[in-house]
């Protein structure tokens, strides 16, 4: 595919060129092995040429008007409807992505767009009151300057553009670097659409590299103010310290172990198909995925059966086949993690309801049953497609359950009695919970983040501007203050 070609190179001051370093970070495509891109590796010289590029463009675009940096993301708009095969194409080969996950996608990347087109228009200002006679002091909410963003691999683009759109559109430039193994969908792709609309060389530079060659450097950098990260709770902690440790502020939006709750008077058939979804969607590569299932004990028989049934149908396989609803993991290491986790928990004496068989990065998916509450599974993100089925003895039972985990992202609980499932909400420690829904979900103006150990910070609508721009007070002294010496 072209776009692989064209962008496996850094982006920085407005060129496409490569990186200096002696090794090249090689993009796979999951399913079938096909090399699609090599990229030599940016060094740390590239992440300062980046942010000094980004630093110089940016005090023009932050007095640009509003109105006028709106246009850009106009046109990225249009951009990706003109383009939208390409780069459905272009996710299903690189992220090994199906025809669900990548038109989920594409939606909300859409969705995000719109909205940093409004967000242009709401960092507003405010007049307060003084106790002071002939005082007047006014708040402003300015750009933080640069801000720098490192973004998963499992929904490239729309997790790169959800950070480097807001930032772009409040005044901001941005250095982001996409995950190694996501370079063209996380980083080049986001690049091209930005360049396309007529974004201004120097404010959006993509930085394809890895911690083994430029250290803590993207972090540390004296230039960016704010680090937006997404990704596993182990790197998350490791930005945050280092981000601390230079007075940089941090958004982190980290992982998840997310339980769907069916308490005893939901509708079985319509929590199944929301749990089978919230778990299987792009083969449970999904921070908010539903990686335990707590079954009320009186409808625990017949809800498993409907649920083994439903995920023992899902085809697995080629995932630009339309039919597919499992393909594969983003590599082969991971697909061994998963197919080990499930032999050690059937090995320390879990059921396993349904055994998904492995082929390379294809995974199977996998149900499993009579799992201690102290076992080390219960307590650990899943990053595939298995899932673990619990069962409680009523409402108190499941939200200890549900909370007995260092994670707090998201969830559901499915129940006939709305305001039943408001009050259960409630006790859940989460940032998100969803009632008679699934545990997968987005919205442009809706605060996305976690509790505990799931992330700091909250993104998306007036979020989106608590991050990423900073404020100001000037006072003004209507005639002449007085002094005490």
Known sequence: MSYFDDLAYQFIDG?????????????????????????????????????????????????????????????ALRIIDDREAELAAAISAEVGGTHAKVG????????????????????????????????????????????????????????????????LALGNAVVLKPHQNTPICGGGLVARIFEEAGLPAGLLNVVVTDIAEIGDALIAHPVPKVISFTGSEKVGRHVATVAAGHFKHTVLELGGNSALVVLDDADLDYAVDAAVFSRFIHQGQVCMAANRVLIDRSVEREFTEKFVAKVASLKVGDPADPATHIGPLINEGQAEAITSLVGRAVGEGATALLHGKSEGTLVGPSVLGGVAEDSWLLGQEIFGPVVVLVPFEGDDDAVRLANATPYGLSGAVHTADIERGVRFAKRIETGMIHINDGTVHDEPIVPFGGEKSSGVGRLNGDAMVEAFTTTKWISIQHGRSRFPF
């Open 15 to 75: 060129e496409w060129r490569s990186g200096s370093g002696s090794w090249d970070i090689v993009d796979f495509n999951p399913y079938n092995g096909e090399k699609l891109a090599s990229i030599p590796v940016a060094t740390a010289t590239e992440i300062d040429e980046a942010y000094r590029a980004a630093e110089r463009a940016q005090r023009e675009w932050a007095d640009t008007n509003p109105y006028t940096r709106r246009l850009v993301f106009e046109r």
């Open 104 to 167: 989920f996608e594409l939606h909300l990347v859409r969705e995000f767009l719109r909205e940093a087109m409004q967000l242009a228009l709401r960092a507003e200002g405010r007049i307060l009151p003084s106790p002071i006679d002939g005082k007047e002091n006014r708040l402003y909410r300015l750009p933080v300057g640069v801000v720098g963003v490192i973004s998963p691999f499992n929904f490239p683009l729309l997790l790169s553009m959800k950070s480097v759109a807001p930032a």
